[in-house]
């Protein structure tokens, strides 16, 4: 099976609406006239991540083929560049972009193995524009 991976034509999640938290990985147990005990349940836990991007009405056919014929309707994973660290400038111990011989930085490079998740694609109209938000499910 290949997995699919995420268009190049489309742009990177927009930072306003990008958020990030945990998968509950306890299991809580109860405890009689004591406060709850909790213990793990998975040895390894995804995080969800809500993010939207802005596109064209191209932007969005894009979208949608990869969406439905892709990843079947949000049912398959897919990679992904990772918005936190992609395309990124690596620094240096002070905070200085690190370069090149020819003075260009160096640019880091990451991705994540997601699904859908529970925020299947939501799709809004801005003027001529769509902004679609939707999570993910990133992998361990």
Do not use: C, H
């Amino acid at each position: 099976m290949t997995i699919p991976t995420w268009p190049a034509s489309l742009p990177k999640p927009e930072r306003d609406s990008w958020s990030q938290s945990p998968f509950e990985a306890r299991r809580k147990r109860q405890t009689e006239g004591l406060p709850p005990a909790f213990s793990r349940r998975f040895s390894g836990v995804p995080e969800t991540v809500a993010l939207s991007i802005v596109v064209s009405r191209a932007g969005r056919a894009v979208f949608d083929q990869f969406y439905k014929e892709d990843t079947s309707f949000g049912a398959k994973p897919f990679y992904m560049p990772d918005p936190t660290t992609d395309g990124w400038a690596l620094l240096d111990g002070a905070g200085n972009p690190m370069l090149t011989e020819g003075g260009q930085p160096i640019l880091l490079s990451a991705q994540w193995l997601v699904f859908f998740g529970d925020d299947l694609p939501k799709q809004t109209i801005e003027g001529v524009r769509f902004r679609l938000a939707f999570s993910v499910m990133v992998m361990p």
